[in-house]
């Protein structure tokens, strides 16, 4: 028997829709059901890594977390990455395919619709119920003859909708009113209540909104979730520009840590756990900010590593990263940060750009060169070395993944790691460079700092050196408490008997 399902869309994007399916996904593992979460169609530079090496979108890989199930490239078949304004790298069911322009996905969309279904229908026959994520808003109706994540997937498996709002935003009852309005009749049957989230204040106030809501469209309102601060959830892909400024505008730190905010900044939730730690400044540096003097400078991943490299030449920030490490700051580049670390990129099949060799920072004595294929791995590494930035790290073990279609290498090369796991396979691969003093380190995994042993060893190296202290709080952090406070926080703002109802009704 093919399983429920319910779907969240949106009057827009960033109303919320992942953190909902997130939460609605915990709540019903709490109810003892078998559930999988769904998005036929990402957008995102945050990407994840299955075990059997498929790319998926981030925030269907924290869902699959919050349902206890290890994610699976069924959970996104198709996943869309950024390289320019009018240009995307399309992964269909974890693998690139290739290069579109918006207008290049309408003749692909039989293709890609075959995978969708066929992702869809394989999770329902695994599991009790599929909470699946719309994308944007159904009613951007110069895209309705291209839609595979909104309503033509409500349509296809009989779908229960929940149709959610950021209050925060304004306009609420405005955007509600008018998404359902521009929908199609066959469509408007879909949607079986509404959802406002982020909100701020007394809701008393708000009751007359609700009721006219509901008298005017004849749809419930399913509940009005509060705005939280203590919730952390990784974020699904662009940092909240509200996030942002609050990160720099800490005052009262030990350590303080520059993240280059790159214009293709991907996988940006590598950082996360550095965001948390008691007496860390984590702030995202952006064109117009004033690098300072931090005490560790991050080159994080890119989707297109020669634009972004070109981004920093043109603001002058590559003179700055110099200036810096001549005066002892350190510098770690991961994934395409790493690329630019080194001597030249070369892209002699103009697989990233129409520049055959773009010069590096010559930071590291390494040279990167582009290919074809993408390697997408988890792995296992250890610390090879005890010097620098690494000083306190030696022999400890990280876990991450890959994410990149270059291979970089170079002589006398000094390597602070090695893989001994790639996806399944056991190795003892040297990886990643580093500076003869330790003080500049590339490497290519991602999630270092998700590693506790590694990222506290890193810190207390950058706090001695400053002549600081630094005290982790050891075991103050759990992403499956934050899972089961989420779900708490929204069941208790919902109509939880409804949304049973809906979705037995179904």
Same mark, same amino acid.
């Given at each position: 028997m093919?399983?429920?399902?319910?779907?969240?869309?949106?009057?827009?994007s960033?109303?919320?829709?992942?953190v909902?399916?997130?939460?609605?996904?915990?709540? %019903?593992?709490?109810?003892?059901?078998?559930?999988?979460?769904?998005k036929?169609? +990402?957008?995102?530079?945050?990407?994840?890594? &299955?075990?059997?090496g /498929?790319?998926?979108?981030?925030?269907q890989?924290?869902? @699959?977390?919050a349902?206890?199930?290890?994610?699976?490239i069924?959970? +996104?078949?198709?996943?869309?990455?950024?390289?320019?304004d009018n240009?995307?790298?399309?992964?269909?069911?974890?693998?690139?395919?290739?290069?579109?322009?918006?207008?290049?996905?309408?003749?692909?969309?039989? %293709?890609?619709?075959?995978a969708i279904?066929?992702?869809?229908?394989?999770?329902?026959?695994?599991?009790?119920v599929?909470?699946?994520?719309?994308?944007?808003?159904?009613?951007?109706?110069?895209?309705r003859?291209?839609?595979?994540?909104?309503?033509?997937?409500?349509?296809?498996?009989?779908?229960?909708?929940?149709l959610?709002?950021?209050?925060?935003?304004g306009?609420?009852f405005?955007?509600?009113?008018?998404?359902?309005?521009?929908?199609?009749?066959s469509?408007?049957?879909?949607?079986?209540a509404?959802?406002?989230n982020?909100?701020?204040?007394?809701?008393?106030?708000?009751?007359?909104?609700?009721?006219?809501?509901?008298?005017?469209t /004849?749809?419930?309102?399913?509940?009005?979730?509060?705005?939280?601060?203590?919730?952390?959830?990784?974020?699904?892909?662009?940092?909240?520009?509200?996030?942002?400024?609050?990160?720099?505008q800490?005052?009262?730190f030990?350590?303080?840590?520059a993240v280059?905010?790159?214009?293709?900044?991907? +996988?940006?939730?590598?950082?996360?756990?550095?965001?948390?730690?008691?007496?860390?400044?984590?702030?995202?540096?952006?064109?117009?900010?004033d690098?300072?003097?931090?005490?560790?400078?991050?080159?994080?991943?890119?989707? &297109?590593?020669?634009?972004?490299?070109?981004?920093?030449?043109?603001?002058?920030?590559?003179?700055?990263?110099?200036?810096?490490v001549?005066?002892?700051?350190?510098?770690?580049?991961?994934?395409g940060?790493?690329?630019m670390?080194?001597l030249?990129?070369?892209?002699?099949d103009?697989?990233?750009?129409? $520049?055959?060799? &773009?010069?590096?920072? =010559?930071?590291?004595?390494?040279?990167?060169?582009?290919? @074809?294929?993408?390697?997408?791995?988890?792995?296992?590494?250890?610390?090879?070395v005890?010097?620098?930035?690494?000083?306190?790290a030696?022999?400890? $073990?990280?876990?991450?993944?890959?994410?990149?279609m270059g291979?970089?290498?170079?002589?006398?090369?000094?390597?602070? %790691?090695?893989?001994?796991?790639?996806?399944l396979?056991s190795?003892?691969?040297?990886?990643?460079?580093? =500076?003869?003093?330790?003080?500049v380190?590339?490497?290519?995994?991602?999630?270092?700092?998700?590693?506790?042993?590694?990222?506290?060893?890193l810190?207390?190296?950058?706090?001695?050196?400053?002549?600081?202290?630094?005290?982790?709080?050891?075991?103050? %952090? =759990?992403?499956?408490?934050?899972?089961d406070?989420?779900?708490?926080h929204?069941?208790?703002?919902?109509?939880? /008997?409804?949304?049973?109802?809906?979705?037995?009704?179904?």
């Open positions: 093919a399983a429920k399902t319910l779907m969240v869309q949106g009057t827009g960033s109303v919320g829709k992942s909902l399916v997130t939460a609605l996904c915990r709540i %019903f593992k709490q109810q003892g059901l078998k559930v999988a979460p769904f036929a169609q +990402n957008m995102s530079l945050n990407s994840f890594v &299955t075990l059997d /498929g790319e998926i979108g981030r925030a890989a924290v869902q @699959a977390a349902s206890g199930i290890a994610p699976s069924d959970m +996104n078949p198709v996943l869309l990455k950024p390289e320019a240009r995307s790298q399309i992964i269909v069911r974890g693998k690139p395919l290739t290069k579109v322009s918006a207008a290049d996905l309408l003749g692909l969309k039989s %293709f890609l619709w075959a279904s066929e992702s869809l229908d394989r999770l329902r026959q695994r599991f009790d599929v909470v699946i994520e719309g994308a944007g808003s159904p009613a951007e109706i110069n895209l003859d291209r839609d595979l994540v909104n309503m033509e997937v409500a349509l296809y498996c009989a779908s229960p909708v929940l959610a709002a950021d209050i925060d935003r306009g609420v405005a955007s509600l009113l008018g998404t359902l309005q521009l929908l199609a009749e469509e408007k049957e879909h949607i079986k509404f959802i406002i982020k909100f701020r204040g007394d809701i008393s106030l708000l009751k007359p909104g609700l009721d006219w809501l509901e008298n005017r /004849g749809v419930p309102v399913a509940g009005v979730i509060p705005y939280y601060h203590d919730i952390y959830i990784p974020e699904e892909d662009s940092m909240p520009l509200e996030k942002r400024r609050a990160m720099k800490r005052n009262e030990d350590i303080d840590i280059i905010a790159l214009p293709h900044i991907a +996988n940006f939730d590598d950082f996360d756990p550095l965001e948390r730690e008691a007496g860390i400044r984590l702030r995202y540096v952006e064109a117009g900010d690098l300072g003097d931090p005490d560790l400078i991050i080159l994080p991943g890119t989707k &297109t590593t020669v634009t972004d490299l070109t981004y920093l030449k043109e603001n002058a920030r590559d003179r700055e990263i110099l200036r810096q001549l005066c002892g700051t350190p510098v770690i580049g991961i994934c940060g790493y690329q670390l080194g030249a990129i070369h892209d002699p103009g697989i990233e750009s129409p $520049t055959t060799i &773009t010069a590096g920072l =010559s930071l590291l004595p390494v040279t990167s060169r582009f290919i @074809a294929m993408k390697a997408t791995r988890q792995i296992s590494a250890r610390v090879l005890e010097r620098g930035l690494l000083a306190k030696k022999e400890i $073990t990280v876990r991450g993944y890959e994410i990149h291979l970089t290498t170079g002589s006398n090369m000094l390597n602070p %790691f090695e893989v001994t796991q790639r996806g396979q190795c003892a691969d040297l990886e990643g460079c580093m =500076s003869p003093d330790g003080n380190l590339g490497t290519y995994i991602h999630g270092l700092f998700h590693n506790d042993d590694f990222r506290w060893a810190l207390h190296t950058l706090a001695t050196k400053k002549s600081k202290g630094f005290s982790p709080i050891i075991g103050s %952090f =759990s992403i499956e408490e934050q899972y406070r989420l779900a708490a929204v069941r208790n703002s919902i109509d939880m /008997g409804l949304i049973q109802r809906l979705i037995v009704s179904s």
